[in-house]
C-alpha cells in the first residue's frame, strides 16, 4: 500500500495516473469518455443516494453530475492512498455550486473502476 501527502505522491505509480486522468476528463466535462477509459461494463457507482450501475447509465448519471456542477477546479488533493487494485482520495474542489470536500474510493479490476464509492462530506 502507498500513502502520503499530495506532495510526496509520484505521480508514476498506476493509481495515481488513474486519479489524475479521472480529474483531467471530468474537469472539462468529458464524461462519456470518462466512462469509457475508467469503468468496466458492468461497473456499479455507490453514492448515499444512488446506485448506478452499468456503462450506459454512469454516462447518462455523469453528464447530469457534470450539468449541475457546471465546472470543476480542484482545490487540494487532501488525502490520496491506492493498493495493487484500489484508490482512494478526499479532495477540496470548487463548482458552481460552492466549494465541498468530496472523497471518492474505488475498487479497480484490470486498472478500471469496477467499484466507484463516492461522497461529499
Known amino acids: 500500500m502507498s500513502e502520503g501527502s499530495a506532495a510526496e505522491m509520484s505521480a508514476s505509480t498506476p493509481g495515481r495516473k488513474f486519479y489524475e486522468e479521472q480529474i483531467a476528463l ?6 462519456d469518455e ?19 450501475r452499468g456503462r450506459n447509465d454512469l454516462k447518462q ?3 447530469g453530475y457534470a450539468a449541475k456542477l457546471g465546472h470543476i477546479q480542484m482545490v487540494s488533493l487532501d488525502a490520496f492512498v491506492e493498493t495493487d487494485d484500489a484508490v482512494l482520495f478526499e ?3 470548487r463548482t458552481a455550486t460552492g466549494e ?6 474505488f475498487v479497480l479490476l484490470e486498472g478500471k473502476a469496477a467499484y466507484h464509492f463516492a461522497g461529499v462530506k
Open 26 to 31: 471530468l474537469q472539462p466535462g468529458r464524461t
Open 34 to 52: 470518462l466512462i469509457d477509459r475508467h469503468y468496466h461494463e458492468h461497473a456499479v457507482l455507490v453514492t448515499l443516494g444512488k446506485v448506478v
Open 61 to 63: 448519471y455523469f453528464r
Open 91 to 93: 479532495a477540496t474542489v
Open 100 to 105: 465541498a470536500r468530496v472523497y471518492d474510493a
